[in-house]
Structure formats: C-alpha cells, structure tokens
C-alpha cells in the first residue's frame, strides 16, 4: 500500500466504517495535540499547523537514531500523527472530495478513502517521515494532496 499517491483499488478489499474510524482517529488527534503542546507547538487543523507538525516529526525523527524505539513504537507514533494529518487534510479540502476515514480489509491502519476506491494513507507517510527524515516532508505531501487531488 502507498502513501504519496491515490490508487484505484478494488472496492471490496476498502471499508468504509466511517463513524468507527472517524472517531479513533479523533482519539488519536486529541493525543497529537497534547504531544504538540509539549513542544510549545499548538495543532489546529489549520494548513499553517502542517508545518509545526514537519518540526515536531524532525525532533523524532532525530530521536529514533539515539533511542532505538522498536517498530511498534514508530508505528504508534505515525498513526497519532498520520490521524492529526489524515483529520487536517479532511478539514481542508478532502471531506468536500468525499474523502471519509475507513481501512484496508486485511489491515486495522485507518486510511483517507472515497467511494470510487482512492484512498491516501497519512499514517504510512508520517511513518516514512520519522524512518526517512526531512526528504518525506508532510508539508510537500499536505500540499499535493490538498492541491492536486
């Protein structure tokens, strides 16, 4: 599954369980947040909030290298701060696409899905971003998906 692009997949393998996964996702934003406000950071579910978000992601990003979380741990991280970013990407432009929040069939990652089969996964790119550093910058991937979707 990919992060960057929208893909065509087969209608059967997505669920949309909308309500379900809009308020896990909530959960998991509320939780962002306060991570944020550790960092004197405060995330609004505006477009200016994303690059607050890239400067939160660069600090763990660098930390991974000295604390060693396991690959659970990163996951964890990624899906608090893939929701913040699948949610501020709904707010601004994708809920009017008819974006919603479901899943994969064979995975429990909460994804951005419509109706046709397209689908971005914020959560994997938030994972790459902490493995991968700055080069898989949430502000490039905030603005191709607002913009060109």
């Known amino acids: ?8 997949y087969r209608k059967q393998n997505i669920k949309n369980t909308n309500s379900e996964w809009t308020v896990y996702a909530q959960k998991m934003c509320a939780t962002a947040v306060e991570y944020a406000n550790e960092f004197n950071k405060k995330l609004d579910y505006s477009e200016n909030s994303i690059a607050d978000l890239e400067k939160i992601l660069d600090w763990y990003s660098n930390d991974i290298a000295i604390s060693k979380p396991t690959e659970n741990q990163i996951w964890s991280m990624a899906i608090i701060f893939g929701s913040y970013l699948g949610e501020t990407l709904l707010r601004n432009g994708l809920s009017q696409k008819g974006f919603v929040w479901g899943k994969e069939a064979s995975s429990n990652v909460p994804l951005l899905i419509k ?8 959560n994997d790119k938030i994972y790459k971003r902490l493995v991968n550093g700055s080069e898989d910058s949430v502000v490039s991937f905030y603005r191709f998906a607002t913009k060109e979707i």
């Open 1 to 8: 599954m990919g992060f960057f692009n929208v893909f065509k």
């Open 115 to 122: 109706d046709d089969g397209s689908y971005l996964t914020p």
